[in-house]
């Protein structure tokens, strides 16, 4: 949590210093939508986009030329499901996590409609993982499917060993404003994660386990100033 910490007191320094020199326009407001998400596992383990949920709250501040700065506090959904060929098995292992980027925030438009891009760093804190399963995955070895397909199955009983997560994550959406206060927005968004989620050292099964993610989002924001 120091890290939540320090980095929203240089986002609140930062902005401090903008508004020395600018006069911009501050807003707060939420959000809420989908994703979609997997593990980016090397061997590669056959999988599918699993669906999951994400929301959170956000704080902007925008200066008058085209640019400003975005904080997010979110909850959100990932993991990876497993594709299973000619079988009715079913696998995916869920993450929780509350992550916080910090985004750079471009737009164009008019006073009405706007078009915008976020690009920033993110940090995040696995909160909890779950396991969904029809089968006994524990046992997986013993399982003539899995002997027959010949494909990585380490990964289904695997513990997490890092619950901080860093990553890169970029946005394009659109804006609408419905008077001087109250606007609605619509954002697409990619996250490419940096940490590995399971063991990664050179006697492991795995050289890099990082996560990828693909949200849909529907937010509103309020002028504060």
Not at 4 to 33: D, N
Request: aromatic share 14%; hydrophobic share 40%; proline share 2%.
């Amino acid at each position: 949590m120091r890290w939540f910490a320090f980095i929203l007191t240089a986002f609140a320094a930062l902005l401090a210093s903008a508004q020395t020199h600018y006069e911009g326009t501050i807003a707060v407001g939420g959000k809420a939508g989908a994703t979609l998400s997997r593990v980016n596992f090397n061997p590669t383990v056959e999988q599918v986009m699993l669906p999951g949920m994400t929301a959170g709250v956000m704080i902007r501040y925008i200066e008058e030329k085209n640019f400003g700065l975005i904080a997010e506090l979110n909850f959100t959904q990932r993991g990876w499901k497993e594709k299973f060929e000619e079988s009715d098995y079913q696998y995916s292992h869920n993450f929780t996590y509350l992550e916080l980027p910090i985004m750079t925030h471009i737009f164009f438009g008019n006073q009405r409609v706007k078009g915008f891009i976020n690009l920033g760093p993110e940090i995040e804190v696995m909160l909890g993982n779950r396991i969904s399963s029809n089968f006994s995955y524990q046992d997986a070895a013993e399982d003539e499917y899995f002997i027959n397909d010949n494909r990585h199955i380490e990964q289904l009983s695997m513990k997490v060993s890092n619950k901080l997560d860093y990553g890169i994550c970029a946005g394009a959406g659109m804006e609408l404003n419905l008077n001087s206060k109250h606007s609605l927005l619509l954002e697409g968004r990619f996250y490419y994660g940096l940490t590995d989620v399971f063991p990664n050292h050179k006697t492991d099964v795995f050289s890099s386990s990082n996560s990828m993610t693909i949200s849909v989002t529907l937010g509103y924001f309020y002028r504060l100033k």
